[in-house]
């Protein structure tokens, strides 16, 4: 006996996916107007840290207009050659993201290698610092609200692209510690941060990149055990095993098999296992489709 049940409505659906292509586009905004004033600023006054904290703003814009695209295909229903939807797309286009960190990544170490060999030379103006206070205070606003709203929608391109604008702020505080540098007539220290910064954002990549194998490849979202709790909380159910659960963070399904006396009726049988996977729904967050396999106890124990 099987049964299976998706607690969200397509409208409940279709409006978190709305909010978070809200937050996208508020946070491509400000890492525009972050990027700009870094680069112009950063060109201006010679700070190759700077410029590469620069360019690493701007691919923060790129990775939100990847994760627009991606949700925008996520979002399209389940149709006979997707049976379980296109959510998985959420986790490629948090690949993509990582992608243009490491293109970042290689283009400041590229930069650092040829400067090193030539005159480097960073004019650390009063504005040059007021440019990165103000720009460090804009994505430190972002990285929160960002990181609060994924979180919250369970969203695991807000979540990425957070890391992504999170890695910014160490790194706008390492040119900083290299624009002092610069005042003392030690700009090297301007080459050694941009290489710093470069380790930075590779470690993010790195980390994003992590966590969309582990949807793409199927890993385990839930622990077994406490799913098992929950089941056998249900008056009647007498065991569970083969518990096995994947998805994204806020699209998780489930499968299990409950054993029942063999004494119950089919009906009674299958209002148990109904139960059960409420139960696992209303506890689970994230969980948005569970399948349940009633048994007679006693049979199939491995």
């Known amino acids: 006996m099987e049964q299976s049940s998706r607690p969200r409505t397509a409208n409940a659906v279709a409006d978190r996916d709305r909010q978070v292509g809200r937050v996208l586009w508020i946070v491509l905004g400000l890492n525009l107007l972050v990027a700009v004033l870094k680069l112009v600023f950063g060109l201006l006054s010679g700070a190759l840290s700077m410029v590469a904290d620069g360019f690493h703003s701007a691919l923060d814009g790129t990775s939100n207009v990847v994760g627009l695209v991606g949700m925008r295909v996520a979002q399209k229903a389940p ?17 993509g993201i990582s992608l243009f960190l490491f293109v970042s990544c290689w283009e400041i170490v590229t930069q650092v290698i040829d400067r090193f060999h030539g005159a480097h030379h960073v004019d650390a103006r009063p504005v040059t610092f007021g440019v990165m206070i103000f720009t460090m205070a804009v994505n430190v606003i972002v990285t929160r609200y960002e990181r609060a709203r994924g979180r919250k929608l369970r969203s695991m391109i807000l979540i990425a692209d957070s890391k992504h604008t999170q890695s910014d702020i160490f790194a706008s505080f390492g040119v900083l510690i290299s624009l002092v540098a610069a005042l003392f007539n030690f700009s090297v220290l301007d080459l050694v941060v941009a290489v710093g910064i470069a380790g930075f954002i590779a470690w993010s990549g790195y980390t994003i990149v992590s966590e969309a194998f582990s949807v793409l490849s199927d890993s385990q979202r839930l622990d077994p055990d406490e799913v098992s709790r929950i089941a056998l909380g249900v008056q009647g159910v007498t065991g569970a095993h083969r518990i096995r659960s994947r998805g994204l963070p806020d699209d998780i399904h489930v499968d299990l098999h409950l054993h029942v006396s063999p004494d119950l009726s089919v009906a009674r049988a299958h209002e148990l296992g109904h139960e059960a996977s409420e139960r696992i729904k209303r506890e ?19």
């Open 79 to 95: 149709d006979e050659d997707h049976p379980y939807g296109h959510r998985k797309f959420e986790a490629l286009a948090a690949l």
């Open 284 to 302: 689970m967050a994230g969980v948005t489709d569970v399948v349940v396999h009633v048994e007679p106890e006693g049979e199939h124990e491995d």
